[in-house]
């Protein structure tokens, strides 16, 4: 019986021993793998050397001493690149440095007059041309000039219009000094066709060459027609900048002999005056029991050309307000080339609040644009705080409720 135990006690400890010494043995490899490498490993790869960040703080240079570094400086060739471990920062890149004239002897025997003609032989002769006519005074006169065909064909009785360039347009962003130009193009008087180019981006002097052809025009109809080009610059954040117009009558135009090639300066655009925006018939009905704000938009009149061709395709939207935060809109129907407008559409708006104390409400008469963002002919604001006859007419809905009150009004400026 002795023996058995002395053999199990025996085989216990060399159990113990042996797991021991194992944990010993992998607590010496990790603790000499750790001495090896990191526990981090920030690796910037450049020409194939590996840094890492406990060298950060290093006063050596990269890969030398003061000593060998002042004669590898020595022997370094002209176009060599040198690093310096302190100059980084923490993430282990090197911060951007502007190279010294006096590090190379080429730059030290140049003069600035033969630096500067170096420079200049950089630059394209396009962009040369975009940057005098940027700085010299004709920016604000000349807008640059556009460069199209026309041609008709007699057996698809097609009118067909390339427009092919524009030149010398001035800068809409004053940041990189350049612009995003397309051309909008309208047949004048009836607006039915309208149509556009592509977008070009960075340019002065963008070359569109794009062809429209108009269907179902009659040869006998194109002295009665007016081209009119509308210049624009793109703008992703706000309203696109207008550069500029051309305006052709092709009154006197011959087509019948081929195409024929034209090119207009750009003017500027014939922006409407503040004055004159016309006048528009709303009636208003406050239902106090209900607590609902009856509108009816009746007729608009003497609204201004929105362009050449002095006829606009004007619709109200009517928007109502609660302490000047929108709560609902509406909007009527368009009407086709008129400056005089019947509308005749009654739209009924919930009143948030008892009273109209807080409510207002604003009309919007737009000139509709298939082409391109409708563009605000006027602006009239009925509310308690509105002055003129838009405060007049609002206190009298408040003063005589369920009774339908209406009234001319002189639009504003929108």
């Not at 000499?32 to 050397?49: C, I, Q, W």
């Not at 190379?104 to 041309?129: G, I, M, Q, T, W």
């Not at 108009?214 to 009119?228: K, N, R, V």
């Not at 016309?278 to 938009?297: A, D, I, M, R």
Request: glycine letters at 6%; aromatic letters at 8%; charged letters at 30%.
């Amino acid at each position: 019986d002795e023996i058995p135990t002395v053999v199990g006690i025996f085989s216990a400890f060399g159990l113990v021993f042996s797991v021991s010494l194992f944990a010993w043995i992998c607590c010496q490899r990790k603790s000499s793998k750790s001495n090896k490498t990191p526990p981090y490993k920030f690796v910037h790869v450049l020409k194939g050397v590996d840094i890492y960040p406990e060298n950060l703080n290093s006063k050596k240079k990269f890969g030398a001493d003061d000593k060998s570094e002042a004669k590898n400086k020595s022997a370094m060739p002209k176009n060599s690149l040198h690093l310096d471990l302190e100059k980084r920062d923490l993430n282990g890149n090197f911060p951007k440095t502007t190279t010294k004239m006096q590090s190379s002897p080429d730059l030290e025997n140049s003069s600035p007059k033969h630096f500067a003609e170096r420079k200049k032989d950089s630059v394209s002769p396009d962009s040369l041309k975009s940057i005098t006519s940027l700085s010299s005074e004709d920016k604000q006169d000349k807008l640059g000039t556009i460069f199209f065909s026309l041609e008709y064909n007699f057996e698809k009785k097609a009118f067909v219009v390339n427009i092919k360039e524009a030149r010398g347009l001035p800068a809409m962003d004053e940041q990189s000094m350049t612009s995003d130009p397309y051309i909008k193009m309208t047949i004048l008087p009836e607006k039915k066709h309208k149509v556009k180019t592509r977008v070009l981006r960075k340019t002065l002097d963008p070359a569109f060459d794009e062809t429209f052809t108009f269907y179902g025009i009659p040869y006998s109809q194109i002295q009665d027609l007016t081209l009119h080009f509308m210049v624009l610059s793109f703008d992703r954040f706000s309203r696109d900048d207008v550069i500029g117009e051309v305006l052709i009558p092709l009154a006197g135009t011959e087509l019948s002999e081929g195409r024929l090639l034209m090119d207009r300066e750009i003017i500027k655009r014939n922006v409407r005056k503040s004055s004159g925006r016309g006048e528009l018939l709303v009636s208003l009905c406050y239902q106090s029991t209900t607590n609902t704000l009856t509108v009816v938009v009746l007729k608009a009149r003497h609204l201004p050309k929105s362009d050449v061709s002095g006829l606009s395709d004007p619709y109200v939207k009517v928007n109502l307000y609660h302490a000047k935060k929108r709560i609902s809109k509406k909007k009527t129907h368009v009407k086709k080339c008129t400056p005089n407008a019947v509308f005749n559409e009654l739209f009924v708006f919930d009143i948030p609040c008892e009273g109209l104390d807080d409510i207002s409400i604003e009309f919007l008469v737009l000139d509709s644009d298939r082409g391109s963002r409708n563009e605000v002919i006027g602006r009239l604001t009925l509310g308690s705080s509105a002055e003129g006859t838009g405060g007049e007419h609002w206190k009298e809905i408040c003063e005589y409720p369920r009774r339908q009150i209406a009234k001319w009004h002189m639009l504003c400026d929108g």
